[in-house]
């Protein structure tokens, strides 16, 4: 088994249409990008009135979905657009309970839950090669999706802070974005 040691979010930037769109990501990852396997490691859709979690690529291959950690970490896509819509209450908690059994499963502290447009952040930190400062800013999970509320549940559920940091670094970031519905690079 690879070593993971980040998890991280992503939304699709489409619409939640309450059917399963998570086969036809997988079909444009595989049939149009011509991967082997749907970037994201797991999903969480809409289906019917609930939200369900839905597999992606085995845990032992590496992901296609955050260029600077794929080798090392978990993708989760949320489908829906984050840019556009606040995720509802039943969202947060399915997120949440998932994040947490991942977190607590592969022993992963609460800043070390990220999501794709804090990848930058990482290179410029030094954690990750300075390679993927630039290697394309995204707004993943969405503008109206605080990484800081995913963090600080975390924390509140028992998920340590191992460098608090990068724990504050993140945060400051996540204000900015949340606040302002755009990045700031």
């Known amino acids: 088994m690879r070593q993971i040691e980040w998890i991280v979010l992503h939304h699709t ?3 939640d249409g309450q059917t399963v769109n998570w086969q036809a990501i997988r079909r444009y990852h595989t049939e149009i990008k011509k991967w082997k396997d749907i970037g ?3 999903g969480i859709e809409k289906i019917s009135s609930h939200y369900e979690i839905l597999v992606g690529r085995p845990l032992n291959m590496p992901g296609a979905h955050a260029i600077g950690v794929n080798q090392n970490s978990i993708g989760v896509a949320i ?3 984050f840019n556009e819509n606040i995720p509802e209450r039943s969202l947060w908690d399915k997120i949440l309970s998932f994040v947490f059994s991942l977190a607590m499963t592969f022993s992963i ?3 070390r839950v990220i999501g794709h447009r804090e990848v930058h952040i990482l290179a410029e ?3 990750i090669s300075e390679h993927y400062k630039n290697s394309g800013r995204k707004s993943c ?3 109206n999706f605080s990484l800081n509320v995913v963090r600080s549940r975390l924390v509140d559920m028992g998920i340590p802070i191992r460098d608090d940091g990068l724990f504050a670094r993140l945060y400051q970031f996540d ?3 949340v606040e302002k519905k755009k990045i700031f690079w």
Do not use: R
Request: no cysteine; net charge negative; glycine share 14%.
């Open 141 to 143: 999970p969405g503008w």
């Open 40 to 42: 994201y490691h797991f």
């Open 175 to 177: 204000k900015q974005v």
């Open 125 to 127: 930190l030094g954690i």
């Open 79 to 81: 489908v829906g657009n």
């Open 13 to 15: 930037l489409t619409e």
């Open 109 to 111: 502290p609460a800043e």
